[in-house]
């Protein structure tokens, strides 16, 4: 039969204007989170990073926000550009054990020219 | 900084043959983590080794595949007998700390195609 893929969510964003991408978590012990963007062809990349004891980080055009009461993350890119087009993943440290990072499935974000 | 170099980018094969997948980490970091990704499943932790010791593979699918860090610089990824559902990007990453748990930096990835 046919084979189902994965369907990532998908986000389009006009050229410009402000994005913005969610990630919920599970473990509220996690005390460590990632961004990451993954372009065609290449692999994951680090975005930007914050620990659990900030609401708020940001970097160059990029601005991470921690919820920790509802246990979500998002990242938001600001002007978007045609070159933010990839697929953006969230990864946490869950600090109860002695565990790598934990990927969430990813948000594809298109960006119209 | 080179960054994470895997090798081959890309391998075709034949059901049946043995494949062999190969990473040299970032030099000084402690940790090794093997991922597979495809679109069925995602981004899959296979294995990750802490100081060249492998800390836990029970990601690893099935007897077929096994893994090996021989030195601080180097480590294979080998499947023996390959079938058609392993093909899949797989990915070496390596992190800077014993906890293993910041940041992986990833490698380009191996495309590998099982005919």
């Known amino acids: 039969g046919e084979s189902v893929g994965l369907h990532l969510p998908t986000l389009s964003v006009q050229e410009g204007d402000n994005s913005i991408i969610n990630c919920a978590y599970s473990?509220?012990?996690?005390?460590?989170f990632i961004w990451y963007k993954q372009e065609s062809g290449k692999g994951p990349q680090f975005i930007i990073d914050?620990?659990?004891?900030?609401d708020k980080r940001q970097g160059q055009r990029v601005t991470v926000l921690l919820n920790k009461t509802v246990k979500h993350l998002s990242l938001q890119i600001a002007a978007t550009q045609p070159g933010d087009s990839a697929v953006y993943f969230c990864?946490?440290?869950?600090?109860?054990?002695?565990?790598?990072?934990?990927f969430g499935k990813g948000t594809r974000l298109s960006v119209i020219a | 900084d080179a960054g994470v170099i895997q090798s081959p980018r890309h391998e075709v094969t034949e059901m049946g043959q043995e494949v062999t997948l190969r990473c040299k980490p970032i030099?000084?970091?402690?940790?090794l983590f093997w991922y597979r990704q495809t679109m069925m499943r995602g981004l899959e932790l296979l294995i990750y080794?802490?100081?060249?010791?492998?800390?836990?593979d029970s990601g690893m699918p099935e007897d077929r595949f096994s893994a090996k860090m021989p030195n601080a610089s180097f480590s294979t990824l080998k499947i023996q007998p390959s079938e058609p559902r392993d093909s899949a990007v797989y990915f070496c990453?390596?992190?800077?700390?014993?906890?293993?748990?910041?940041?992986?930096?990833f490698g380009p990835g191996t495309r590998l195609t099982v005919t």
């Open positions: 990453a390596s992190s800077p700390r014993d906890r293993h748990s910041y940041e992986q930096y």
């Open positions: 473990n509220s012990a996690s005390d460590y």
């Open positions: 914050i620990r659990s004891n900030m």
């Open positions: 990864a946490e440290n869950r600090a109860s054990g002695n565990t790598p990072l934990v």
């Open positions: 030099s000084g970091h402690n940790s």
């Open positions: 080794f802490n100081n060249n010791v492998p800390i836990d």
